[in-house]
């Protein structure tokens, strides 16, 4: 009889729990348009927007009792920005192990949901006039509250709002943009330029970073993420590779950016008041503290 043919040998699939894809630094990434605008696009409206759509719209159609507009901006945010960051993940052609990225993503999710509640009850507590220039103890209308268990209270509040939920939300967020920055490296011989659109989305890009490092006080997290971004240049320099198109918008948003940040810090060098609120050797004011104080 007939010997029966062999089957043709089996390609390798790549598992589905490991790195996806092979590492491929030979060709160079278009740059991501659609979705640098959109990530641009939603932060400002959904996390600088939230607080001024708060305060602006009519206080009737969000009783204090109840979510405000900004909640509701807040919570479009803590479903958009990890899929933007999924997606722009996906278009790396350098993809690392899933689990860094699954477990960065739960987490950024679960500091910026804290943050949700801490932030919309502090916001809330603006129209009780509460100053966001003050500490917690300083305000007046904490400073007479009775017990003064309930001083306790808002401090707890207060340290979920500005230091868990900061920590939680913007130590993944950064890591992830890392991640992402490693992969955006080609042979020099085919190095990309930023085009017309990425130059125009620098601007608004970076004025948000400043934003997002004062308001959320990391501005050591953001230098740190700053100087890996150089030192990463630096080590594949020597390996003959250079920046595409989206990595030199990241670096570029992240350098114009701190360059903001330096110009508000020598603003506001000399003022007492939020001298008081943010003592040490790292000032960085709030923009919502120089706005009760000043605006």
């Known amino acids: 009889p007939r010997a029966a043919p062999r089957p043709p040998p089996c390609p390798s699939v790549p598992s589905r729990h490991g790195a996806g894809k092979a590492e491929d630094t030979s060709r160079t990434s278009p740059f991501h348009l659609d979705l640098w605008f959109y990530f641009t ?6 996390d600088f927007g939230r607080p001024i759509a708060m305060l602006l719209l009519p206080l009737e159609w969000f009783p204090l009792n109840k979510p405000s507009a ?5 919570m479009a945010y803590n479903v958009i920005t990890p899929f933007l960051l999924l997606k722009l993940i996906e278009r790396s052609p350098r993809v690392l192990p899933r689990s860094v990225l699954y477990v960065s993503i739960i987490t950024l999710v679960m ?5 949700l509640v801490g932030d919309s009850v502090n916001h809330r507590l603006i129209f009780s ?12 209308i904490i400073r007479d509250l009775k017990p003064e268990t309930l001083i306790d209270s808002f401090e707890l509040l207060y340290y979920y709002d500005e230091y868990l939920g900061h920590s939680m939300w913007y130590i993944p967020f950064f890591l992830i943009l890392f991640i992402y920055f490693s992969g955006c490296f080609t042979p020099a011989a085919q ?4 085009p017309l659109a990425a130059l125009l989305l620098v601007g608004p890009s970076s004025l948000y970073y400043w934003y997002l490092v004062t308001e959320g006080q990391i501005f050591i997290l953001f230098l740190f993420t700053f100087f890996a971004m150089l030192a990463l240049v630096l080590h594949q320099r020597r390996k003959g590779l250079a920046l595409d198109s989206n990595g030199l918008f990241l670096l570029h948003s992240f350098l ?5 940040i330096l110009a508000w810090v020598g603003c506001l060098w000399n003022d007492a008041t939020l001298r008081r609120k943010y003592p040490g050797v790292i000032y960085v004011p709030e923009p919502w503290a120089f706005y009760t104080l000043h605006l």
């Open 111 to 115: 500091g910026a949901s804290i943050h």
């Open 191 to 194: 190095r990309g330029r930023m």
């Open 256 to 260: 114009l950016g701190l360059l903001l």
């Open 129 to 140: 006039g509460y100053q966001h220039h003050l500490s917690v103890r300083d305000n007046p």
């Open 41 to 46: 696009l939603q932060n400002w409206v959904l």
């Open 70 to 74: 900004g909640d509701y901006f807040h």
